[in-house]
């Protein structure tokens, strides 16, 4: 059984559902964050198969944007997980909800 | 510049920078210091207007054109000002007679709070008038025009505490309105039918260039303007109401400035009047109809001052039937005389004013004689000379219009006839108004005190008596002197004048009886004082103008007063107001219904914005892809 670009094409969309569920359904911010990174990686593996399989580098230039981005949203989005945490003594998002309209 | 130049510009000059100085300082001026600044611009206008009308006395002056500056390029408009006889006779009166005004003020008004504003006001009121006689075409003659509408606001209500005052200058300024839109309207077309404003572009080009029918629109658009501003029937009503500012506005109002305007631009535009016979025509009839009007009211007045104001109307009724029947001369020559016995007369009233603390009813006047022998001597003179009692100043100028008119033929003896019997009329309210106040019981309470007044305030008497007194030799039958003065004012528009003398023999004296006969009829009628028959209510009602007033309140006031609650109820608060309202109301409506959407919890936000790409996605790969 070789490995065909529709596998990849499903363990990204395996990853994402994953990602995409925690994101929705945990409530500790920093896993949040994880699930987050979880579907960014899932969408990246699309990424890169699907160059692979066109023969194109467009695939891998977007991976490494996303890369790049994300290690920048990294650093912005601990900094602010921790300072939330240190003034509320709490990382859960449903205690973070004052902007309720 | 020339040195006539110099001297026509100064003359506006020096009052309209009276007037500032007096507007920024006249606080520190104090008393009388502001009073004496005022009068010494007024009085040096004098001067200034007689060295330079000399030469027109003299038979030697040439009219005087002077270029101001380009003040609307765009239309053709130069400013500039114009010195022949007729605005030279109308400076030195209305310098002449308002520096005598000035004089006595200075005694009228002490101890006011506002001496220096009342005298910035009366100096701006001088200056706009020069300005209105003084421009060379209809543009700067609007300037003073609106100018004097807006001095007359100022000082009737010069004092707005009394919502009376208020209320009387709020009228005279809208009243005045409804003149100048008419007058407006009448400069468009002027300004359409000849491309220019100047009088001396258009009263040149008239004969040829207007056809009978726009000379009679543009005439009796003017007249519309005049009838406000000149206050005749039916505009007149401002007039009478505009008692309530200080007796020396009053005599500046209807002696010197403002309400000769209508006659002075009347004559002014006499070549426009030439072309349309038919609005010349009306002019006389609504001059002499509003004479005659005016005088019956006049006969049944309690305040004095409102007796002098009807008696004005009526007076400058006498001056529109002689312009309106072309007598330009005689029109101007009764304005002149006029303004000396009407100027003395209203500073007269004020000085009886003065002497009873504030009382203005003839009711409770009455043998004054003894306690004010200068003022009732000075009132006698004027008395007379309005009557029209020869040799004094009213004879001349009342008997030259109606020997005018008499002599035109036709329809024109019924408006003799008419002003015959207004001259009787005249003559018998101004008997009554004299009688009243000087003599016969007294019916003032003793603790009154009257006492004459201060020598600032007798001296302008004084003078104007004199003036009063001699002012009908300007111009005599026999002596035709302000006729030659002014003749070459009006450019060969032919002047209507007298006829042969024996026929105006036989008229001047037909005029004097009929004086003779109204003042002996008053004398008849208040022998014994007030007659109880003038409580009636007929009487009243006369009183109260047959109550014209009392109808255009009901129709103009308080049909304005109603559209205006419309406009201010209904149609802005719930209209204009409702639409704004309700467009905040809206947006604040769907903002409430979507705040909800706002959970605040992160997961909500993730959910809806994977469920919007989930749908997107359905969305292209429905369409196959893009």
């Known amino acids: 059984m070789t490995v065909t670009p529709g596998w990849y094409m ?22 949040m964050f994880m699930s987050v990174e979880l579907m960014l990686n899932a969408a990246n593996l699309s990424f890169v198969a699907a160059g692979r399989e066109l023969g194109i580098l467009d695939g891998q230039v977007a991976v490494f944007f996303v890369m790049v981005v994300a290690a920048a949203e990294v650093v912005v989005g601990l900094a602010i997980i921790v300072t939330v945490f240190r003034r509320r003594a709490t990382a859960s998002v449903d205690e973070l909800s004052g902007l309720k309209g | 510049m020339e040195a006539g130049e110099v001297m026509v510009s100064l003359l506006i000059l020096l009052p309209l920078g009276g007037s500032a100085l007096l507007l920024a300082f006249g606080r520190r001026l104090g008393q009388p210091g502001a009073g004496l600044l005022g009068t010494l611009t007024v009085g040096a206008g004098f001067v200034l207007a007689v060295v330079a009308g000399w030469g027109f006395v003299a038979g030697t002056g040439e009219a005087l054109e002077v270029p101001w500056f380009d003040w609307l390029p765009a239309l ?76 007359s606001y100022l000082l009737i209500s010069f004092w707005f505490e009394r919502p009376s005052a ?68 039916p505009l007149y009503v401002w007039l009478p109401d505009a008692m309530e500012g200080p007796t020396p506005v009053s005599a500046l109002i209807h002696a010197a400035t403002m309400v000769t305007a209508g006659v002075f631009m009347v004559a002014r535009t006499g070549a426009l009047f030439e072309l349309a016979p038919a609005s010349a025509a009306v002019v006389a009839v609504v001059g002499m109809g509003t ?71 003839m009711r409770r006047m009455g043998g004054l004689w003894r306690r004010l022998p200068v003022t009732t001597a000075t009132m006698v003179v004027a008395w007379l000379a309005i009557s029209g009692i020869p040799p004094f100043s ?14 035109r033929g036709g329809l024109w003896r019924v408006i003799w006839g008419l002003g015959l019997l207004t001259a009787l009329i ?19 309470p003793e603790q009154a005190h009257p006492h004459e007044a201060p020598w ?42 007298a006829g042969p003398g024996f026929t105006q023999v036989v008229l001047a004296i037909v005029s004097a009886e009929v004086a003779v006969a109204g003042i002996l009829l008053a004398v008849a009628a208040y022998r014994r ?64 219904r979507l705040r909800p959407l706002q959970t605040g919890f992160v997961r909500n936000y993730g959910l809806s914005i994977l469920v919007g790409a989930v749908a997107l996605l359905a969305w292209f790969l429905s369409r196959g892809g893009w």
């Open chain 2, 291 to 361: 004479a005659l009007y005016a005088a019956t009211i006049a006969v049944a007045q309690h305040d004095v001052k409102r007796v002098l104001a009807y008696s004005t109307i009526s007076q400058l009724g006498y001056m529109f039937a002689a312009v309106g029947a072309g007598a330009y001369v005689a029109g101007m020559f009764h304005l002149t005389t006029h303004a000396f016995f009407k100027a003395l007369l209203f500073l007269g009233a004020g000085a009886v004013i003065h002497a009873l603390a504030g009382e203005q009813d």
């Open chain 2, 166 to 233: 208020a209320a009387a200058g709020k009228k005279a300024f809208v009243v005045n309105r409804v003149g100048d839109a008419g007058f407006l309207v009448a400069l468009m077309l002027v300004f359409a039918s000849f491309g220019s404003l100047r009088y001396a572009d258009v009263f040149s080009q008239a004969p040829s260039e207007l056809t009978t029918g726009s000379a009679t629109a543009i005439t009796l658009l003017l007249l519309v303007g005049a009838v406000g501003k000149s206050a005749q029937f």
């Open chain 2, 456 to 497: 600032v305030m007798g001296l302008p008497l004084a003078v104007l008596a004199v003036l009063a007194l001699g002012g009908g030799m300007l111009n005599t039958p026999w002596r035709l002197g302000l006729e030659h003065f002014l003749e070459p004012a009006f450019h060969g528009v032919p002047i209507a004048t």
């Open chain 2, 426 to 444: 005249t003559a018998f309210y101004m008997t009554r108004m004299i009688y009243l106040t000087f003599f016969g019981e007294r019916r003032w």
């Open chain 1, 10 to 31: 499903a363990l990204a969309a395996v990853l994402f559902v994953i990602g995409a569920s925690g994101l929705l359904l945990r409530r500790n911010a920093l896993v």
């Open chain 2, 76 to 151: 053709g408009v130069r400013a500039g000002l114009l010195w022949d006889p007729l605005s030279a006779l109308m400076a030195m009166v209305v310098t002449g007679v308002g520096a005598l005004i000035h004089v006595y003020s200075i005694g009228y008004m002490r101890g006011d709070p506002r001496f220096g504003r009342f005298f910035a006001y009366m100096n701006l009121f001088v200056a706009s008038m020069l300005i209105l006689v003084l421009a060379d075409g209809f543009a700067l003659l609007f300037v003073g025009w609106e100018l004097v509408g807006l001095c």
């Open chain 2, 394 to 407: 009213g004879f001349w100028s009342k008997d030259e219009i109606l020997a005018t008119i008499f002599e």
């Open chain 2, 529 to 592: 004082g007030l007659r109880p028959a003038e409580e009636e209510p007929a009487w009243d009602l006369v009183r109260r103008g047959y109550g014209v007033d009392e109808a255009y309140a009901r129709v103009f006031a308080a049909g304005g007063g109603a559209a205006a609650r419309l406009v201010a109820g209904p149609v802005d608060q719930k209209g204009i107001d409702g639409l704004v309202n309700g467009v905040g109301v809206l947006v604040r409506t769907i903002g409430e």
